[in-house]
């Protein structure tokens, strides 16, 4: 925006009576210079009793100029001088003034929102309680919900639960089977990098059936799932609370955990055991892919290998793990959804913690498996 | 002194999507300085010219002048007016300061002090002084239109727009947004154009109108709303002024 028109106020003195000219364009486009001119004429001014601010010379005038020159008035008379609007034929310009002065509101002084490290570790340790009482809260809630599911079947959304599985499963398969395939890859390079050495390339097949069956197929499915769905599920649940559908929901007798988590979790609890076992399967065409490049083996050697060692308990120590790997993504996703409070903000930071959550909790829950199947021996 | 040119031009508009036209052969002019109403039942497409007009869709056909500039839908820079949106849509990670000074900050020049005395003046003219380190989850819906009528003259604009800015407001509310409607007007002179059903803020704001009708697809009247309420034959408007209904039944005499 322009400055190059002048802008000046003229300060002059007449004995006990000054008068302030405001001269030029007193405008937004010359916001910059009207402030140094207020300035300069308050540094000018040299006055003891009476102020007129004479408005004739204004060429132009609008609410940013109006405000300066409103607040210019209020600290001369702030300092115990009397003003007087003089309007000489501009009573637009008069009229502007006396509105910002006659609306004009002080700021009251807000609490700073910034708070040093000891304060916030404060305010997180404060909120521990809390959040823990609304995580246990929910829990109670969603455990409630199941055999509320059975004695009143209306309660739960059950026409949403093929959508979701659409959605959730169908939808997300090229992504887990993508992912699934470059770690049966993966796994592949490296039993051939490292068994090699020992002319035990022949072991590589087995190896990547029990590491991808046992715990990468559930670890790696999930993990994908938590990042993709629980996102998903989090975001619409969250959007859903800070637009007042879920209130509108409980105005007209839904429980939102039986109506909308339920069917959620249902849809994965179904659809992650589903995309596991379609992943491990292109996993172990990964792991093929990866042997038959860099080795001797063929094809139909690996293949034979790879049979000889599917064995079922490799396979259900793996599936055993997948509906409660799905069950803990809708659980926080849906928790984390419910609980948003706020605008958009609120939206994408619940949305973030969700899934931040969701990747720990499936890695948790396969730890804690692997270590029950490690102390059961199988 | 010859007259002057109208603010807004619109010529033989046509809106729609695809092969579905919303409303076409829509020509109307606002004066500068004047707030027009623009009306209609829902569904009549009165947020839709909005949107039109403030550039946010192109149309199929006609022409929109805003100040002798036509082509709203491709603006670059700052838009020669100010929008308050149904909601208020204030960023809800900004404290009312933060909203009002982003469009002062991002394209002028201005900075430090006089940011904040251009704030706290906006603020205090739609009565919300108090409120400028306050985030807009933590005040009412009626405050939160306020604000947003705030942020949207933070830039001077001699022509404003208002979607609805009545609704969901309690009387009182609705009132004083009126008020201040009106000051903004009056006293400062703004081109206003307000799309509202809210027939107690017609009277009270609108010096004229035009009524919208979904089944004509265009303007079925234009004028003084006092006037229209009065005299017009055409019956969707006269039941739309008078609040009745073609179906309604009688009331109880006595």
Same mark, same amino acid.
């Given at each position: 925006?322009?400055?190059?028109?002048?802008?000046?106020?003229?300060?002059?003195?007449?004995?006990?009576?000054?008068?302030?000219?405001?001269?030029?364009?007193?405008?937004?486009?010359?916001?910059?210079?009207?402030?140094?001119?207020?300035?300069? @004429?308050?540094?000018?001014?040299?006055?003891?009793?009476?102020?007129?601010?004479?408005?004739?010379?204004?060429?132009?005038?609008?609410?940013?100029?109006?405000?300066?020159?409103?607040?210019?008035?209020?600290?001369?008379?702030?300092?115990?001088?009397?003003?007087?609007?003089?309007?000489?034929?501009?009573?637009?310009?008069?009229?502007?003034?006396?509105?910002?002065?006659?609306?004009?509101?002080?700021?009251?002084?807000?609490?700073?929102?910034?708070?040093?490290?000891?304060?916030?570790?404060?305010?997180?340790?404060?909120?521990?309680?809390?959040?823990?009482?609304?995580?246990?809260?929910?829990?109670?809630?969603?455990?409630?919900a199941v055999p509320r599911a059975f004695l009143s079947p209306r309660s739960v959304n059950w026409?949403?639960?093929?959508?979701?599985?659409?959605?959730?499963?169908?939808? +997300?398969?090229?992504?887990?089977?993508?992912?699934?395939?470059?770690?049966?890859?993966? !796994?592949?390079?490296?039993?051939?990098?490292?068994?090699?050495?020992?002319?035990?390339?022949?072991?590589?097949?087995?190896?990547?059936?029990?590491?991808?069956?046992?715990?990468?197929?559930?670890?790696?499915?999930?993990?994908?799932?938590?990042?993709?769905?629980?996102?998903?599920?989090?975001?619409?649940?969250?959007?859903?609370?800070?637009?007042?559908?879920?209130?509108?929901?409980?105005?007209?007798?839904?429980?939102?955990?039986?109506?909308?988590?339920?069917?959620?979790?249902?849809?994965?609890?179904?659809?992650?055991?589903?995309?596991?076992?379609?992943?491990?399967?292109?996993?172990?065409?990964?792991?093929?892919?990866?042997?038959?490049?860099?080795?001797?083996?063929?094809?139909?050697?690996?293949?034979?290998?790879?049979?000889?060692?599917?064995?079922?308990?490799?396979?259900?120590?793996?599936?055993?793990?997948?509906?409660?790997? +799905?069950? !803990?993504?809708?659980? !926080?996703?849906?928790?984390?959804?419910? =609980?948003?409070?706020?605008?958009? =903000?609120?939206?994408?930071?619940?949305?973030?913690?969700?899934?931040?959550?969701?990747?720990?909790?499936?890695?948790?829950?396969?730890?804690?498996?692997?270590?029950?199947?490690?102390?059961?021996?199988? | 002194?010859?007259?002057?040119?109208p603010h807004i031009v619109v010529e033989d508009l046509r809106i729609g999507w695809g092969t579905?036209?919303?409303?076409?052969?829509?020509?109307?002019?606002?004066?500068?300085?004047?707030?027009?109403?623009?009306?209609? +039942?829902?569904?009549?497409?009165?947020?839709?010219?909005?949107?039109?007009?403030?550039?946010?869709?192109?149309?199929?056909?006609?022409?929109?002048?805003?100040?002798?500039?036509?082509?709203?839908?491709?603006?670059?820079?700052?838009?020669?007016?100010?929008?308050?949106?149904?909601?208020?849509?204030?960023?809800?990670?900004?404290?009312? @300061?933060?909203?009002?000074?982003?469009?002062?900050?991002?394209?002028?020049?201005?900075?430090?002090?006089?940011?904040?005395?251009?704030?706290?003046?906006?603020?205090?003219?739609?009565?919300?002084?108090?409120?400028?380190?306050?985030?807009?989850?933590?005040?009412?819906?009626?405050?939160?239109?306020? =604000?947003?009528?705030?942020?949207?003259?933070?830039?001077?604009?001699?022509?404003?727009?208002?979607?609805?800015?009545?609704?969901?407001?309690?009387?009182?509310?609705?009132?004083?947004?009126?008020?201040?409607?009106?000051?903004?007007?009056?006293?400062?002179?703004?081109?206003?154009?307000?799309?509202?059903?809210?027939?107690?803020?017609?009277?009270?704001?609108?010096?004229?109108?035009?009524?919208?009708?979904?089944? @004509?697809?265009?303007?079925? =009247?234009?004028?003084?709303?006092?006037?229209?309420?009065?005299?017009?034959?055409?019956?969707?408007?006269?039941?739309?002024?008078?609040?009745?209904?073609?179906?309604?039944?009688?009331?109880?005499?006595?």
């Amino acid at each position: 925006m322009s400055n190059m028109m002048s802008v000046t106020i003229r300060a002059e003195a007449d004995g006990e009576r000054a008068r302030l000219v405001p001269v030029g364009a007193f405008d937004l486009a010359h916001a910059s210079a009207v402030v140094r001119a207020v300035e300069q @004429a308050e540094r000018d001014l040299n006055a003891s009793g009476d102020v007129d601010l004479h408005l004739s010379a204004l060429e132009r005038i609008d609410g940013s100029g109006a405000v300066l020159l409103a607040r210019l008035v209020d600290r001369l008379e702030a300092r115990g001088l009397r003003t007087h609007l003089i309007e000489d034929r501009n009573p637009h310009a008069a009229r502007l003034i006396t509105l910002y002065r006659k609306r004009r509101a002080e700021a009251r002084p807000q609490p700073a929102r910034t708070m040093g490290t000891l304060a916030q570790l404060g305010s997180v340790a404060a909120a521990v309680p809390g959040m823990v009482t609304a995580a246990l809260d929910f829990l109670g809630h969603a455990t409630a919900a199941v055999p509320r599911a059975f004695l009143s079947p209306r309660s739960v959304n059950w026409s949403s639960v093929p959508r979701l599985m659409q959605t959730i499963g169908a939808d +997300g398969l090229p992504v887990t089977s993508a992912a699934n395939l470059l770690v049966g890859v993966i !796994i592949g390079f490296l039993g051939v990098s490292q068994l090699e050495r020992f002319g035990a390339v022949v072991y590589v097949p087995e190896l990547v059936v029990i590491a991808q069956f046992r715990e990468l197929g559930p670890l790696v499915t999930a993990i994908v799932v938590a990042g993709r769905s629980g996102a998903g599920l989090a975001s619409e649940l969250a959007t859903m609370q800070v637009s007042e559908e879920i209130d509108a929901l409980r105005s007209m007798g839904f429980h939102p955990v039986s109506w909308l988590v339920v069917p959620r979790c249902l849809a994965l609890v179904a659809t992650v055991p589903l995309l596991t076992w379609i992943g491990d399967v292109l996993a172990l065409g990964g792991g093929l892919l990866a042997t038959i490049a860099i080795t001797d083996m063929t094809p139909r050697a690996y293949v034979l290998a790879t049979a000889e060692h599917i064995t079922a308990t490799h396979f259900l120590n793996g599936m055993i793990k997948t509906p409660f790997l +799905g069950l !803990i993504i809708g659980l !926080i996703a849906c928790g984390q959804g419910l =609980a948003a409070r706020g605008g958009a =903000a609120a939206v994408g930071a619940r949305t973030t913690t969700a899934v931040v959550l969701a990747i720990f909790g499936v890695i948790v829950i396969s730890a804690l498996f692997t270590l029950l199947f490690t102390l059961l021996g199988i | 002194m010859p007259p002057s040119r109208p603010h807004i031009v619109v010529e033989d508009l046509r809106i729609g999507w695809g092969t579905r036209v919303l409303m076409e052969h829509v020509s109307f002019e606002i004066e500068r300085g004047t707030t027009l109403a623009i009306l209609g +039942g829902s569904g009549s497409g009165k947020s839709t010219l909005l949107r039109y007009l403030i550039g946010l869709e192109q149309p199929m056909a006609g022409r929109i002048d805003i100040d002798g500039v036509g082509e709203p839908h491709v603006y670059r820079g700052v838009p020669p007016f100010g929008v308050l949106f149904q909601s208020g849509a204030l960023f809800s990670s900004l404290t009312l @300061a933060e909203n009002l000074a982003l469009p002062l900050t991002t394209w002028t020049g201005i900075r430090g002090p006089a940011v904040q005395d251009f704030v706290q003046a906006k603020l205090g003219l739609v009565g919300l002084g108090a409120f400028a380190g306050h985030l807009p989850g933590e005040i009412s819906g009626g405050m939160k239109k306020r =604000a947003g009528i705030a942020r949207a003259m933070m830039l001077e604009p001699d022509l404003l727009f208002f979607d609805e800015p009545s609704a969901g407001l309690d009387p009182i509310s609705a009132v004083e947004l009126d008020h201040l409607i009106v000051t903004l007007s009056r006293d400062l002179g703004i081109t206003i154009v307000i799309v509202t059903h809210e027939l107690a803020s017609i009277f009270l704001v609108a010096d004229t109108c035009i009524v919208l009708d979904k089944e @004509a697809k265009g303007i079925v =009247a234009r004028g003084d709303p006092q006037r229209l309420r009065d005299e017009s034959a055409i019956p969707f408007v006269h039941n739309f002024f008078t609040r009745s209904s073609p179906g309604a039944p009688a009331t109880r005499e006595g």
